[in-house]
């Protein structure tokens, strides 16, 4: 993969809002990760990877809490679908489904979890 704005350069990572190829002239590091070196993306970066913390605590919360665990997932999974879908809407053709699904992943996860409790 090339750089998306040096297209001489060999892409060193993708960022994690847009899903760009950049090389280490163009890429930003933050504690959320790789993105391009902007602010939009930096800040998507930093939403998906909150998402992505609130989703695993409220998977790891499922054996301590009961009811608000499957409630959390099922929210959790609703923001990640909804993220997947404004992605799609934005033109990215690759990650936004692919977030998507992990959001009805996570939704079906949350739903699966209620009815195993309820028998
Ligand atoms: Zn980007
Ligand atoms: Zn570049």
Redesign the pocket.
């Known amino acids: 993969m090339q750089c998306f704005n040096h297209h001489d350069h060999a892409a060193v990572a993708t960022?994690k809002?847009?899903h760009?190829g950049?090389c280490p002239d163009c890429a930003r590091e933050n504690e959320a990760g790789i993105?391009?070196d902007?602010d939009a993306?930096a800040n998507?970066a930093e939403q998906t990877a909150t998402v992505m913390r609130m989703s695993a605590q409220a998977i790891a919360r499922r054996s301590s809490w009961r009811s608000p665990s499957v409630l959390g997932g099922m929210l959790a999974g609703i923001c990640i679908t909804a993220m997947g879908g404004f992605l799609m809407i934005g033109g990215d053709k690759a990650g936004g489904p692919l977030i998507a699904l992990m959001g009805i992943g996570l939704i079906g996860m949350a739903m699966s979890m209620k009815f195993r409790r309820s028998r």
């Open positions: 960022c809002a847009c760009k950049v993105s391009c902007n993306c998507g």
